[in-house]
């Protein structure tokens, strides 16, 4: 089974789990329990070193490709949130 990285919103504890792709697709990642404070808090992240290990270059590719897609929406709609992630509060 393929492994994902988390980090917890709630206490930033970098964790992963294993989940199957049809769990992944399912987005039962979304249930996933923090190991350290049992709080359903986990953010999916991307780990270089260990996507390397478990995915090929055009699988992440691919992944950061949507990711980035979806950033641009959110910021294209006016999503303030978004935008602040991303180039901070202005001033
Ligand atoms: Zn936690």
Do not use: W
Not at 3 to 9: E, G, M
Not at 10 to 17: A, D, I, R, S, Y
Not at 40 to 54: A, G
Request: proline residues 1%.
């Amino acid at each position: 089974m393929p492994f994902y990285s988390f980090v917890c919103k709630e206490c930033n504890e970098k964790q992963t789990h294993s989940l199957s792709i049809s769990d992944y697709t399912d987005k039962k990642y979304e249930n996933l329990e923090c190991l350290l404070c049992r709080k359903k808090t986990l953010n999916r992240v991307f780990e270089k070193i260990f996507s390397k290990v478990q995915k090929s270059s055009a699988e992440l590719i691919h992944e950061i490709t949507e990711s980035v897609q979806k950033t641009k929406e959110k910021i294209e709609n006016g999503d303030t949130h978004a935008i602040r992630d991303i180039y901070g509060e202005v001033e």
